[in-house]
């Protein structure tokens, strides 16, 4: 079990949350996440509003239909969540 999971339970929105942390460096698709979570696009778009909301993810349209997600490094809550992610792996693996 991840460490995070073991401390705040598996949930959609951490489980989206740390698909963009291990992917912080490259942009994604809702269908990418969904694909690589395995959520359903639908629980990846519901989860993904508070995270774009707070800061914490940019997203881009790329043309009228399709959007990207990334995790925003210039905000400070996400450079934040990232070195807890990495300490409490570090801690707990």
């Known amino acids: 079990m991840d460490?995070?999971?073991?401390?705040?339970?598996?949930t959609a929105q951490?489980?989206?949350?740390?698909?963009?942390?291990e992917n912080q460096n490259e942009p994604t698709?809702?269908?990418g996440i969904a694909e690589e979570t395995g959520l359903s696009n639908s629980?990846?778009?519901r989860v993904i509003t508070p995270l774009i909301e707070s800061?914490?993810?940019?997203e881009k349209p790329l043309g009228k239909?399709?959007?990207t997600f990334q995790l925003?490094?210039?905000?400070e809550a996400a450079k934040l969540i990232v070195d807890f992610h990495n300490k409490i792996n570090q801690l707990l693996d």
């Not at 460490?3 to 598996?10: N, Y």
């Not at 800061?55 to 940019?58: D, N, T």
């Open 29 to 31: 698709y809702l269908s």
């Open 72 to 75: 925003n490094m210039e905000s």
């Open 55 to 58: 800061g914490v993810v940019l």
């Open 65 to 67: 239909q399709i959007r």
């Open 43 to 45: 629980s990846v778009s």
């Open 3 to 10: 460490p995070l999971e073991k401390i705040f339970g598996k």
């Open 14 to 21: 951490m489980t989206v949350l740390k698909n963009l942390i």
